[in-house]
């Protein structure tokens, strides 16, 4: 523990972990402590990223001299931002400020000041107008009726004790993985995010559908850099044809399905295989309410695989003068010209071959379907938990996890104390 002397609060303590980036970026929170939210891209992206968050809409008026004034409440805000960090270190409450009046109206915020509790999992809270507003009591509405999809687990001191507790409550899923706060979406802790966001997507949120997709379509961006920086990545691609475009999707005339799959290794163009029949099939339980307009791509993960995703492009083109596209298969490159061919471990290529092409039926893919909001359709629902694995691998061990070949400490293991499997 470490105390912070800050100009406004006066003394904070740090009660997070005793790790330098931990403690580094706990400081860069404190400095920073929300987020200006310009446009309604930069909310999707700011909402995609926070299971909850509070924002407000504050109206900055020039003054006589030309230097913005203040608005009334934003110190109280700017206050709770900073409690909100000390309260929880390891996963605060984030904060972000509205100042575009056009985004602020689509969120039925009118005057400046409104201020409300975004929720992926449930409705948005407006900030009661009869509680006064300073930065404790923010703080304390704010934590008192947040909902996460993913908690994150930190075992210190009486581990014993946790678990205990957590375990009681029913069956848990404990997802160890490393961790680092300045790549955002390229941590794994978000695909779990996309996993138990759709578990918990009960009435079919448009929301959250964004928010999957936004994850998704982050992701991809990184891993692009990462193939600009050297790395090995690959595209394997196949067109629909015209009988395997589903209704849904008949007023598009060109369908692609791709699977992009990232991992040290790379695919060699032999082995490239896309079954864009039962993708085609797979579509059908995404509902008519996400195709529209003159184009779509859609993205999801190949059976929750973090090394391998599925992507579908449909638009309407003009093929007058072509060739119509006929049912075909190609390995492609996404890097512009990059060279994608790959040398293989001959210890890894047969498990990563099977890992990245494992066949689906039709019926996986209705299981699938009905995963989303599985946790509303059952007596038993499953709680969900990330823990550091480059900080507590050893509580892994214990549970009997091991760590791969390549040494990669990513494990999940579901843990019903009722009927003790693991």
């Given at each position: 523990m470490?105390?912070?002397?800050?100009?406004?609060?006066g003394?904070?303590?740090?009660?997070?972990?005793?790790?330098?980036?931990?403690?580094?970026?706990?400081?860069q929170?404190?400095?920073?402590?929300?987020?200006?939210?310009?446009?309604?891209?930069?909310?999707?992206?700011?909402?995609?990223?926070?299971?909850?968050?509070?924002?407000?809409?504050?109206?900055?008026?020039?003054?006589?001299?030309?230097?913005?004034?203040?608005?009334?409440?934003f110190?109280?805000?700017?206050?709770?931002?900073?409690?909100?960090?000390?309260?929880?270190?390891?996963?605060?409450?984030?904060?972000?400020?509205?100042?575009?009046?056009?985004?602020?109206?689509?969120?039925?915020?009118?005057?400046?000041?409104?201020?409300?509790?975004?929720?992926?999992?449930?409705?948005?809270?407006v900030?009661?107008?009869?509680l006064?507003?300073?930065?404790?009591?923010?703080?304390?509405?704010?934590?008192?009726?947040?909902?996460?999809?993913?908690?994150w687990?930190v075992?210190?001191?009486?581990?014993?004790?946790?678990?205990?507790?957590?375990?009681?409550?029913?069956?848990?899923?404990?997802f160890?993985?490393?961790?680092?706060?300045?790549?955002?979406?390229?941590?794994?802790?978000?695909?779990?995010?996309?996993?138990?966001?759709?578990?918990?997507?009960?009435?079919?949120?448009?929301?959250?559908?964004?928010?999957?997709?936004?994850?998704?379509?982050?992701?991809?961006k990184?891993?692009?850099?990462?193939?600009?920086?050297?790395?090995?990545?690959?595209?394997?691609?196949?067109?629909?044809?015209n009988?395997?475009?589903?209704?849904?999707?008949?007023?598009?005339?060109?369908?692609?399905?791709?699977?992009?799959?990232?991992q040290?290794?790379?695919?060699?163009?032999?082995?490239?295989?896309?079954?864009?029949?039962i993708?085609?099939?797979?579509?059908?339980f995404?509902?008519?309410?996400?195709?529209?307009?003159p184009?779509?791509?859609?993205?999801?993960?190949?059976?929750?695989?973090?090394?391998?995703?599925?992507?579908?492009?449909c638009?309407?083109?003009?093929?007058?003068?072509r060739?119509?596209y006929s049912?075909?298969?190609?390995?492609?490159?996404?890097?512009?010209?990059?060279?994608?061919?790959?040398?293989?471990?001959?210890?890894?290529k047969?498990?990563?071959i099977?890992?990245?092409?494992?066949?689906?039926?039709?019926?996986?893919?209705?299981?699938w379907?009905?995963?989303?909001?599985?946790?509303?359709?059952?007596?038993?629902?499953?709680?969900?938990?990330?823990?550091?694995?480059?900080?507590?691998?050893?509580?892994?061990?214990?549970?009997?996890?091991?760590?791969?070949?390549?040494?990669?400490?990513?494990?999940?293991?579901i843990?019903?104390?009722?009927?003790?499997?693991?």
């Amino acid at each position: 523990m470490f105390t912070l002397i800050h100009q406004t609060l006066g003394e904070l303590e740090y009660t997070g972990l005793l790790k330098e980036k931990s403690m580094t970026m706990f400081l860069q929170r404190v400095i920073n402590p929300f987020t200006f939210i310009e446009d309604k891209q930069s909310l999707k992206l700011f909402s995609a990223e926070h299971d909850v968050s509070v924002i407000a809409y504050f109206n900055f008026l020039p003054s006589l001299n030309g230097t913005l004034q203040e608005p009334s409440g934003f110190i109280s805000f700017f206050k709770a931002s900073v409690r909100a960090v000390v309260k929880d270190p390891i996963n605060p409450i984030v904060f972000g400020i509205i100042t575009n009046n056009q985004v602020a109206r689509s969120l039925s915020m009118i005057r400046s000041q409104d201020t409300q509790l975004r929720r992926m999992l449930n409705v948005s809270l407006v900030y009661p107008r009869h509680l006064p507003y300073n930065s404790k009591m923010i703080v304390s509405w704010a934590y008192k009726h947040q909902q996460k999809a993913v908690k994150w687990l930190v075992p210190t001191l009486r581990k014993s004790l946790i678990f205990s507790s957590l375990f009681s409550k029913g069956p848990t899923l404990l997802f160890f993985t490393p961790h680092q706060e300045e790549t955002i979406f390229g941590n794994n802790f978000h695909l779990l995010r996309t996993v138990a966001l759709d578990y918990w997507n009960c009435k079919n949120s448009s929301n959250i559908w964004d928010a999957i997709q936004m994850i998704h379509s982050e992701r991809q961006k990184m891993l692009k850099e990462r193939n600009l920086n050297g790395s090995l990545d690959l595209e394997c691609c196949s067109t629909l044809s015209n009988n395997q475009r589903i209704q849904y999707l008949s007023h598009y005339n060109t369908c692609e399905v791709c699977e992009h799959s990232s991992q040290h290794q790379a695919i060699q163009t032999n082995n490239c295989k896309v079954n864009s029949a039962i993708f085609s099939k797979s579509l059908e339980f995404f509902g008519t309410r996400i195709f529209s307009g003159p184009s779509l791509c859609l993205n999801w993960l190949n059976n929750y695989n973090p090394f391998s995703e599925i992507r579908v492009c449909c638009k309407k083109v003009d093929l007058i003068g072509r060739n119509r596209y006929s049912q075909s298969i190609h390995a492609c490159s996404c890097n512009g010209g990059m060279n994608t061919e790959a040398i293989f471990n001959p210890n890894s290529k047969e498990k990563f071959i099977d890992n990245i092409y494992r066949k689906q039926s039709y019926s996986d893919a209705h299981r699938w379907s009905e995963f989303t909001g599985l946790g509303c359709k059952t007596n038993k629902t499953l709680d969900f938990y990330a823990i550091r694995s480059d900080m507590f691998w050893s509580i892994a061990e214990h549970l009997g996890l091991r760590k791969s070949k390549d040494d990669i400490s990513t494990s999940v293991v579901i843990i019903d104390k009722q009927v003790l499997t693991f």
